[in-house]
């Protein structure tokens, strides 16, 4: 599958930031007959408006219209990173630090392989979550498959618990 170049990743994250927002990733999938290109945006403070992602779609299509980087047509995906939301890079492990995180690890990893907790952040090449039991797994990156937000499992943590009668 056609990569886009890094002169072309500069210029959207460029485009992207005179919009006052963050390109967390830029994504190809689809096939060779028709590619998709995923844009993840964000922003530090109120997140991404549906008009964020339009105004961001239409500066982008002209860009890749202008760079050509597949031979047909494609299809131009532009959203936020949602609730659920993908840590990309390494500014997201400290700006996310005590959050409630999902850590799904490769298949080369040993059970459990999804570690649930607090994010305690990232160094050396771990990623440091404590559990529900309240231990710390230092989990070496190149084992992690993806680290999401769990905002469910905040919500768990606030919700009273029930006590039976005795």
Not at 138 to 150: D, G, I, M, Q, S
Request: aromatic content about 6%; hydrophobic content about 35%.
């Amino acid at each position: 599958m056609t990569r886009l170049s890094e002169d072309l990743v500069a210029r959207l994250e460029r485009l992207a930031m005179s919009e006052g927002l963050e390109l967390l990733a830029v994504e190809v999938g689809g096939t060779a007959r028709k590619p998709v290109v995923r844009f993840v945006l964000d922003r530090q403070q109120g997140g991404v408006s549906l008009a964020d992602c339009e105004s961001v779609s239409r500066q982008a299509n002209a860009l890749l219209d202008t760079y050509d980087p597949f031979p047909g047509a494609f299809t131009l995906e532009v959203s936020s990173p949602g609730v659920e939301r993908k840590l990309y890079k390494a500014n997201d492990f400290t700006r996310f630090m005590g959050r409630a995180v999902r850590v799904r690890m490769r298949p080369s990893w040993p059970a459990p392989r999804v570690i649930e907790g607090a994010l305690e952040g990232r160094a050396d090449g771990v990623i440091r979550v404590r559990d529900r039991a309240g231990a710390t797994r230092e989990l070496p990156e190149p084992e992690v498959f993806e680290t999401r937000l769990a905002p469910h499992l905040e919500e768990d943590e606030k919700k009273p618990k029930h006590r039976g009668r005795t």
